[in-house]
């Protein structure tokens, strides 16, 4: 579920930033899943404000250009070289900052920088209305009336804020399934009401007024069990149309699509009370009747969507006098909804048993936004409200009046919980004695009262919105949830000592994995002597760790020392196995080096650790009928290391080049901010003095430092129901930026929807100019709630495309 942060302050104060609104909704047990910024028009109006000009002359060079200073706030007046002919001293003007990114209204964004113009210093610039997107006029620049709201803000505010266009934030909350009391604006801001000790402002409807009753309809309910209250009312002389930008704004926020303004109004207020609502057609309401009831077994019905389907008995349906016109609580009839010729509507309100309304949904596989809420169940005593809300937001944006007295079906209300406790079991469950006033107050921010109070406890009258609040312990949650699970300390019976430990790491286990993954990827495991020869150290003297451990009594020089590195254990391997004629080779190793550092003039400290290494030269396969050899390359073993690390599940790491002395070149992947492995081709020199001649691609783990990251949690989730999108873009870049810089930002850019980002072409040449190269990157986007659309996904990519050449300069070629 999205809620929009600026909504939210609609119904409560909110000094708070998003972040910290976040954390405490994920205290109440509304967990917070993501946090996205949402701007009101592209770029947000950021490094755009209030000015006004101080001073206006003539350019000396240019007849059509001005030179002004222009006051924005800041501790000098700002330089501005304007060609604007209606610039003057003394305006209120809009500034774009030097380091702002303006998106004009045609044309492509471009950054503002400190420029010269005909030898005049400009450091800003004053904006025309389609210069920052806001009109598509260019005849001057925006000049703010000086009597209006722009006098009453200091130089230097956001123009965002002045054109009422700040950015919103919307928050992503993981709802569960006992939380639909949460699944609206109001029912997120009720959990912060009682959290953060603030009233709520609930929307008025004292302006509601029945202007007539010339368009009243007979309303009957013939299965007041699947829908034990219903609520309607007629609207004429409607203007079908656009909706306002608030309107559109509003829905946007939540990733809601506009439709129309009759239509925008019922997805307002389900999402911003929680009561779903439905507007029909009122001159297509045969018979001026709406019959609520179920219809024979195998009935047609045509569905918004265009499908036919096949109704069950137990299928509650929205009927007139001839015909089924909805399907109750889940969707809409395909000839019975608002088009650009309705003018007056029958807008419905109802409760609607959410066993019915899941059976139904099942049945049909059909999931929308009122069939979400009704399956859980909503607030029975919100419903003739938020029918009024509606009526009186569709008078305000689509003209209209009240044609009809309000209808409201309800033979039998629906009764609060009531639910015995006791305080000693507040105690008990929570761990802690809290204060029963404290306890009081918590409940009664929760709308939950308290009756037949004693000295043991109380009778907790709980409002039937809140369907997962029907025993004792319920309500004891509730209080801590409020409370705060971190104001409970760890209990003294919690002691350490009485916690029973986790399995530790076993090195043998994970070795074994290990030898498994790669033995059954062609490689083979090598036991090698943990001495060697004194020129091996020597020639990487300037990357090893520490000094020689030197045997006192060698049994021969060439034996003499003990290794600090498996990279010539291997290559000794390889070499005597190549004399063998065995040319194509794969080999791992788990061995210990040795080093000493000396602490002080009389302490010498003795180092031992466990490295792992890998080893590959040759083809990478033998040659046959179906191809040619072919030799293997670097990527050969960057896949094989990657293997290993995805059996440690070690995602997160940084890269570096790998240490020059031992690669020609290569990577080091490094993890809290050590290096991790080294990967690359060795270099020459090194190969050679062992007498190998063709090249080798090596790896060097830190096993110990591997076997600390390792990890045996596994999260399971469904297969998403909803496919993966793919597209594509060519970037043109400077050749120091890698891939891993495209891939981090593009992470940090797009969290909800990007699956993942992979490369499939490098090009360099002489046309994309010196010091470029080009990346082709493919880019899988997908949503697990609902199939993208090709807005949201022209969205997703635009916001991409605009960070990397933001962030990295890139040209994106089409």
């Known amino acids: 579920m999205e809620v929009s942060y600026k909504w939210l302050q609609e119904f409560i104060e909110l000094p708070e930033s998003p972040e910290e609104v976040g954390k405490i909704l994920t205290a109440t047990g509304l967990e917070v899943e993501g946090i996205e910024k949402i701007d009101a028009v592209p770029g947000g109006l950021s490094g755009v404000v209030i ?8 350019h000396p060079d240019a007849d059509k250009l001005s030179l002004t200073t222009v006051d924005v706030g800041a501790e000098q007046p700002l ?13 209120k003007v809009i500034v774009a900052l030097v380091g702002a990114t303006l998106y004009p209204s045609a044309g492509e964004p471009f950054q503002i920088k400190k420029a010269k113009i005909r030898g005049a210093a400009s450091e800003g610039m004053i904006c025309a209305e389609d210069e920052i997107g806001l009109g598509t006029s260019h005849a001057g620049i925006i000049v703010l009336d000086p009597d209006g709201p722009a006098s009453q803000l200091p130089n230097g505010t956001p123009a965002a804020r002045y054109f009422n266009l700040e950015s919103d934030y919307q928050i992503a909350i993981g709802l569960t399934p006992n939380r639909i009391d949460a699944a609206s604006h109001y029912g997120t801001a009720r959990d912060l009401k009682a959290v953060l000790k603030r009233p709520l402002r609930l929307p008025s409807v004292d302006a509601f007024a029945v202007a007539g009753t010339d368009l009243t309809l007979d309303v009957h309910v013939e299965d007041t069990t699947a829908c034990p209250r219903y609520a309607g009312v007629t609207l004429s002389g409607l203007t079908v149309g656009e909706s306002p930008d608030w309107l559109k704004q509003r829905l946007l926020s939540i990733g809601l ?28 309401i045969a018979g001026g009747k709406v019959i609520v009831k179920t219809l024979p077994e195998g009935t047609p019905f045509i569905t918004l969507d265009g499908v036919e389907r096949k109704l069950t008995a137990t299928d509650l349906m929205i009927c007139d006098a001839e015909k089924p016109m909805c399907i109750a609580g889940v969707f809409g009839g395909q000839y019975s909804g608002v088009s650009a010729q309705t003018t007056s509507i029958f807008l419905e309100s109802a409760y609607f048993s959410p066993t019915s309304v899941r059976k139904t949904a099942q049945h049909h596989g059909l999931k929308t936004d009122a069939s979400f809420r009704f399956e859980r169940g909503i607030d029975p005593n919100i419903t003739v409200f938020a029918l009024k809300r509606a009526a009186l937001l569709i008078q305000q944006v689509a003209g209209g009046t009240v044609s009809s007295a309000v209808t409201d079906i309800y033979p039998d209300p629906i009764e609060s919980f009531r639910v015995p406790v006791r305080y000693r079991n507040i105690d008990r469950l929570i761990g802690i004695k809290i204060d029963h006033s404290e306890i009081h107050r918590i409940l009664e921010a929760l709308d939950i009262q308290a009756e037949e109070k004693t000295d043991a406890g109380f009778l907790a009258i709980v409002p039937p919105y ?16 409020i409370y705060g699970l971190d104001n409970v300390p760890l209990s003294v019976n919690l002691a350490a000592d009485s916690l029973s430990e986790f399995p530790k790491t076993d090195p043998d286990q994970w070795q074994s994995r290990v030898g498994q993954l790669l033995a059954a990827n062609g490689f083979y495991e090598i036991l090698t002597l943990s001495l060697t020869r004194p020129a091996y150290n020597d020639a990487i003297r300037s990357s090893l760790p520490g000094e020689d451990v030197t045997l006192l009594n060698p049994l021969s020089e060439e034996l003499s020392v003990m290794r600090q590195t498996l990279l010539f254990s291997a290559l000794e391997t390889l070499l005597y196995n190549q004399n063998r004629r065995q040319k194509d080779l794969k080999t791992f190793e788990f061995g ?11 302490t010498t400290k003795y180092v031992e650790r466990i490295r792992m290494s890998l080893a590959i030269l040759g083809n990478q396969q033998p040659e046959n009928w179906l191809q040619k050899a072919q030799p293997v390359a670097f990527h050969d073993l960057a896949t094989a290391v990657q293997r290993i690390l995805n059996l440690f599940r070690v995602k997160a790491y940084e890269t570096q080049p790998a240490d020059t002395t031992l690669f020609q070149y290569g990577v080091t992947y490094v ?3 050590k290096p991790l492995v080294s990967l690359g081709l060795v270099n020459p020199k090194l190969t050679k003095l062992v007498d190998l001649k063709q090249p080798v691609f090596y790896a060097d783990f830190d096993w110990q430092a591997l076997l600390k990251l390792a990890t045996t949690k596994v999260r399971y989730e469904e297969v998403s129901k909803f496919p993966e999108v793919r597209r594509d873009l060519s970037l043109v870049l400077d050749q120091a930026i890698s891939f891993e810089q495209i891939s981090k930002l593009a992470r940090q850019t797009e969290r909800k929807l990007l699956r993942s980002v992979n490369v499939f072409d490098v090009y360099e040449g002489e046309n994309l ?21 090709e807005a ?21 070629r089409k």
Not at 592 to 602: A, C, G, P, T
């Open 466 to 481: 809140r369907v997962d609040v029907t025993r004792e312990a319920d309500v004891v949650e509730e209080i801590l949830r």
């Open 671 to 673: 993890v809290n901010k």
């Open 257 to 284: 699509n506009p439709i129309n303004n009759v239509v925008d109004v019922t997805n307002y207020v389900c999402h911003d009370l929680g009561q779903p609502l439905h507007a029909f057609d009122a001159a297509r």
């Open 769 to 789: 100019g010196a010091g470029k190269k080009a990346y082709s990157v493919s880019f899988m986007l997908q949503d697990t709630t609902q199939t993208l659309t």
């Open 79 to 91: 330089p501005i070289v304007c060609g604007a002919p209606n610039v003057a001293a003394g305006q």
């Open 51 to 58: 000015g006004q000009v101080l001073t206006c002359s003539k």
């Open 592 to 602: 210990k080096v040795y080093h000493k550092v000396k602490l002080d003039d009389s």
């Open 792 to 812: 949201t996904i022209d969205k997703t990519m635009q916001r991409l495309m605009t960070a990397f050449e933001q962030e990295l300069g890139a040209v994106i």
